[in-house]
């Protein structure tokens, strides 16, 4: 191997690495400082190149570049032509970028970013340092699942979430319950329930009445109740210790949020329920599709190990 002079300016043939204090663009080069006659490593410090093509700079503010002529950040590195980024030096801890798009790209300052994929279409998981709020972000940019800082509110589908759990869209589950302390013990108790299901997106509503002097009453339902109900059904149980059996009905059906019902006798108390299907445009959007064929990715699995039907001894002969 050739040794290299201790300094070197203008052009030359050589293909060895050459440690040069003004590296040229014309050889492997290992340069200090700018280069008088290619502007390679213009911003005082060491770099690499291979030809005429700059590799790798450690610049002057401390600030490791590769692929780049201007670090940004106190790592930064893209493939192909370096893009510029996008991001100033209080911003970043390290950028890595491929090919004029944010490959993965890690932030710092303000928010503590990592970005995964294009930053366009890729998907984001953000740490807002002053808030403490968590994101993971869908490609549009729109939060898939947030984690409120201050209240430690969960969001899916939504990055203002206002109770403990809000979703925007259908949750699905093999079994829904609640869970709360056992009012009776509860330091030492809970108590357990489970949700009603339906073949239908059902709302129940209920409620209790007394007839006026001719034995009718009206029930008022809520204003909204005709905006996201149809497919009325109705129950009707007479609350009453007399000795005579009372007759009821409904004397006319649900119209502008009221319904009537009659007793054969005054002032009878009656327990009533109602329900209806819902009609909104999220459900006509998205209706419930109560059977259906499992797709490649399920086909021949279970949701639910339990679902598996009980094995049965061979009949003898």
């Given amino acids: ?21 003004n590296g040229t663009g014309a050889a492997p ?9 290619t502007g ?41 032509t370096p893009s510029g980024g996008t991001f100033s030096t209080t911003q970043c801890d390290s950028l ?22 294009p930053f366009a279409t890729g998907y984001q998981i953000i740490q807002h340092v002053s808030s403490g709020s968590f994101f993971i972000n869908g490609p549009s940019g729109s939060a898939a699942i947030m984690i409120e800082g201050g209240t430690q509110d969960v969001g899916m589908g939504t990055n203002v979430p206002t109770t403990a759990l809000q979703v925007i869209g259908t949750i699905t589950g093999s ?19 489970g949700c009603v299901e339906s073949d239908e997106y059902k709302n129940v509503y209920d409620g209790v009445i007394t007839t006026d002097a001719r034995g009718f009453a009206t029930v008022t339902l809520p204003d909204w109740f005709d905006a996201i109900n149809e497919k009325f059904r109705y129950q009707l149980t007479v609350l009453d210790d007399g000795e005579e059996f009372v ?57 639910n190990e339990e679902s598996a039907p009980a094995k049965t001894k061979p009949a003898k002969r």
């Fill in 175 to 193: 079994a829904k319950n609640f869970l709360i302390d056992d009012p009776r013990d509860p330091y030492n108790s809970f108590l357990r329930h």
């Fill in 40 to 80: 390679l490593f213009s911003n005082n410090g060491l770099g690499f190149s291979v030809g005429s093509s700059q590799k790798m700079i450690l610049d002057s503010n401390g600030r490791l570049g590769i692929n780049v002529a201007s670090p940004a950040a106190p790592l930064h590195i893209t493939a192909g």
């Fill in 247 to 303: 007759h009821y009905k409904v004397t006319r059906e649900i119209q502008n949020n009221q319904f009537t019902i009659r007793t054969s006798q005054p002032k009878i108390k009656v327990s009533w329920q109602v329900t209806g299907v819902r009609k909104d445009a999220y459900v006509k959007a998205n209706p419930l599709i109560v059977e259906e064929a499992k797709g490649k990715d399920w086909k021949g699995k279970l949701l």
């Fill in 96 to 117: 890595i970028d491929s090919t004029g798009q944010t490959g993965l790209q890690i932030i710092g300052g303000t928010h503590s970013n990592i970005f995964l994929g």
């Fill in 29 to 37: 080069a290992i340069a200090f400082s700018g280069d008088p006659d």
């Fill in 1 to 21: 191997m050739k040794n290299a002079p201790n300094s070197f300016t203008g052009s030359n043939n050589f293909t060895l690495p050459l440690l040069l204090s």
